[in-house]
């Protein structure tokens, strides 16, 4: 669908085939939304919060300026989170703790396709994790999911996760000014990852090894030419050994797969 069409099946709350029949045309009052929704647009708002909603593995999520909006090749991380668990014999009632959970894609989509996984959702943003709840509600999962206000681990209490799965900040803090127009309304603390951009993977590497279980994996996803020295810090630590690193659709390594290989207690 074109951005407009987009657009005008949001309004009239109809398909795109729709559009075309003559008993579709727009009332005065949906012709000033869409122009109001339009002008939003051409001045560079995204076109997920005009609508209100988008569509993340296969589920409708409510977004807002609340929250990031989800990315298509974070689908890429909930597929190899499903892998490890039915791939490798890990019982499929795993633990899981989704740091920085946002609008709560990673969590509620994991949520769907492993419905005996218990899983923690964590943000620092109060309002990010009110939407998400709001998401875990209208995706019927949210029972399945602990919603933690946290700074990283801080209010994380639980100590044997057998996953931990993260889409962190990580834009470097000094390219923040010349992010896309579009990107520049989204949280900024969804996207500062620090002077390198690499601050939360340190800190979720480094502290989270004592949240997981021997044995247990950290997934996260990672930004365009930062595989190498995230596996540094991996293997800095002497705790983990990289398992997996997965390339996305552009063939840039998006997902690192590390274990944890030592008893850390
Ligand atoms: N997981 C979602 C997704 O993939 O669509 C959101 C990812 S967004 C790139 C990063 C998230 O990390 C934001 O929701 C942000 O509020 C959260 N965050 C930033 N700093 C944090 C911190 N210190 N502790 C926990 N979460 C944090
Ligand atoms: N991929 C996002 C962007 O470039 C950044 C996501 C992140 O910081 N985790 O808009």
């Not at 069409?5 to 309004?11: G, P, Q, V, W």
């Not at 399945?144 to 996953?163: A, C, G, Q």
């Amino acid at each position: 669908m074109t951005e407009d069409e987009i657009l005008r099946t949001s309004i009239l709350n109809c398909e795109r085939s729709d559009l075309y029949l003559d008993r579709f045309p727009l009332s005065p009052e949906q012709s000033s939304d869409f122009i109001d929704k339009k002008t939003k647009r051409l001045e560079g708002f995204p076109l997920q919060y005009i609508i209100g909603e988008t569509e993340f593995f296969g589920l409708r999520f409510k977004v807002d300026e609340r929250a990031f909006i989800p990315r298509p090749e974070t689908e890429i991380l909930v597929e190899k989170t499903i892998e490890r668990v039915k791939g490798q014999g890990l019982s499929d009632k795993v633990m899981v703790l989704d740091i920085g959970t946002g609008s709560g894609a990673i969590a509620i989509a994991l949520a769907k396709s492993l419905p005996r996984a218990q899983i923690t959702a964590s943000d620092i943003s109060g309002g990010a994790l009110d939407l998400a709840r709001e998401n875990a509600k209208i995706n019927e999962v949210d029972n399945k999911i602990d919603f933690v206000r946290s700074d990283l681990f801080d209010n994380i209490s639980f100590k044997e996760y057998d996953l931990i799965v993260s889409n962190p900040p990580y834009i470097v803090s000094g390219d923040m000014d010349s992010l896309p127009r579009d990107v520049k309304h989204e949280p900024a603390i969804a996207l500062d990852g620090g002077n390198d951009g690499l601050d939360f993977y340190r800190g979720i590497i480094n502290r989270g090894k004592e949240f997981l279980k021997k044995g247990g994996f950290i997934l996260f996803e990672i930004g365009f030419g930062q595989s190498k020295k995230i596996k540094h810090i991996f293997a800095a630590t002497g705790w983990f050994d990289i398992v997996d690193a997965v390339k996305d659709y552009n063939d840039i390594e998006r997902v690192i797969v590390a274990r944890l290989i030592k008893e850390t207690r």
